[in-house]
């Protein structure tokens, strides 16, 4: 895995990517060593994927099964066309996996969080790809037991 501080959030952007974990998961990842987050359809997300650069850090969340965040990645190249749209209009990214969470943090418990009821992954519960603001970053690292 990638070498970084994830509590070290200069000057990057900060992110949440979900993805059900028997399609592809955070094992999969890890095994791959890099790969391609491709196959969003949603024109929010797709933003949010063309707004990443980079060193970005990105909060790895197993939805439908888990339903909780279980590491991070860094992004590792940014402004992709999506190699699974044959139009060519949807974005993806590049991304490594960085560090499994000592403990997962799970949906029920970022809901129980005052501090974190505006997230993205809480206001916009269906959306694939959100931000994170840097305080609901440290907040969620503090819950998985990163100091």
Do not use: C
Not at 55 to 73: P, Q, W
Not at 88 to 112: D, N, S
């Amino acid at each position: 895995m990638t070498k970084i501080d994830i509590t070290d959030t200069t000057g990057r952007n900060l992110w949440l990517m979900k993805s059900e974990p028997d399609v592809y998961g955070w094992d999969d990842l890890v095994a791959e060593g890099e790969g391609t987050w491709d196959g969003v359809r949603n024109h929010l997300a797709a933003r949010n994927l063309r707004a990443m650069q980079p060193g970005d850090l990105a909060f790895f969340y197993h939805s439908n099964i888990g339903i909780e965040i279980v590491g991070v990645a860094v992004i590792t190249v940014g402004g992709l066309t999506d190699p699974s749209d044959p139009e060519g209009k949807w974005a993806a990214v590049k991304l490594k996996p960085v560090e499994k969470l000592p403990r997962t943090v799970t949906l029920k418990e970022i809901k129980a969080t005052p501090a974190l009821v505006e997230m993205d992954l809480i206001r916009l519960s269906r959306l694939s790809v959100g931000a994170v603001r840097p305080t609901e970053w440290a907040l969620i690292l503090e819950m998985a037991g990163v100091n």
